[in-house]
């Protein structure tokens, strides 16, 4: 197993992977104790059976540079192949300010190919590449050195069975002309705005029935505080105040440290220094915001007029389509977009490029009553009026 821990022994493999049809990439790393992710390993393999074809990149070795694997990340004459992308991109993307491209996940690929919904990357390794992972080092602690030969054959078996995936469900793609699917779902991946969180829009991610403007205006204050916080000192956002505590706080609209003591729920740290401050800070902004800018919950789909039966004849027609296609219905459509639907909305994902074609066209005609479903033994045909 080779380990790369020098820049010069990385610009070499680089090198000889820009002159490669496509490089298998995973990473591993740390989040716990982080807001960003701590980078601990990056595995690569070309195509070929040899040693030097897969090797282990050590970022935390002493003076290597990363440089190299950034430009081979950007080299657009490469194909660049991961499974479940999405954590990897944004390490890359936070890291070095590049994007892997052009970019294939094997995930997406496998739900596109009839491997059913966010097949795991054992299922395809024993399916497709007739093999098995080791799982026993999946949870250790990726910044230790030295690593285990365990951790090594762990971290490796990531990107070589990843070859004959990646060439099996690309050979599927071509057969079916379906590639251009999955270059559709992967421009969410490939979109840098995908993994920047602006503080001033974290509020949203909070889940509370409350609909009182001046509760949401101090929620959003809170939150905009933690998420800053969170990055400026690259710390969890749960170890700043946790949701729960946050609209604790927004309810108790605390004036002074004093106040903090009727807060159940506060960790600590948070009732003192800088936190504090932020927090106590963050409530009277959230008190003083004018109530023409305060924020307000999206209750649009409060006012749908959703027809229940419509929406179970939809949930029908997906399943059979779904199995029809041999595409993972989840990837098709949600059950919240099919309720959309029943009540007369159509300007969704499914109404756009392949779900259009795919479900789309078929779910309109049905609503207008040009469609029909009838059982037939175990399957449901789909048939015109």
Known sequence: MITITTTEALAAFCERAGRAPYVTVDTEFLRERTYYSKLCLVQMAL??????DAVLVDPLAGGISLDPLYALMANEGVVKVFHAARQDIEIF???GKVIPTPLFDTQVAAMVA???EQVGYETLVRKIAKGSVDKSSR???WSHRPLSDAQKSYALADVTHLRQIYEYLSAELDRSGRLPWVEEEL???TDPA???VDPENAWKRIKTRTSSGRFLAIVKELARFREAHAQERNVPRNRVIKDDALLELASIKPRSVKDFNRSRLMLREARKGDVAEGLLAAVQAGLDMPAEVQPKPDRSRDKLQVNPALADLLRVLLKARSEQLGVAQKLIATAAELDEISAGVY?????KGWRYEAFGADAQRLCRGELALRANKNAVE???I
């Not at 195509?47 to 030097?52: F, K, L, M, N, T």
């Not at 300007?347 to 109404?351: A, Q, T």
């Open 114 to 116: 009839g491997f059913g």
């Open 139 to 141: 949870f250790t602690d």
């Open 347 to 351: 300007d969704g994902p499914i109404f």
């Open 93 to 95: 993307w936070i890291d």
């Open 47 to 52: 195509p070929g059976e040899a040693e030097e």
């Open 194 to 196: 995908t993994y920047m």
């Open 382 to 384: 789909v048939f015109e």
């Open 187 to 189: 421009g969410i991946l």
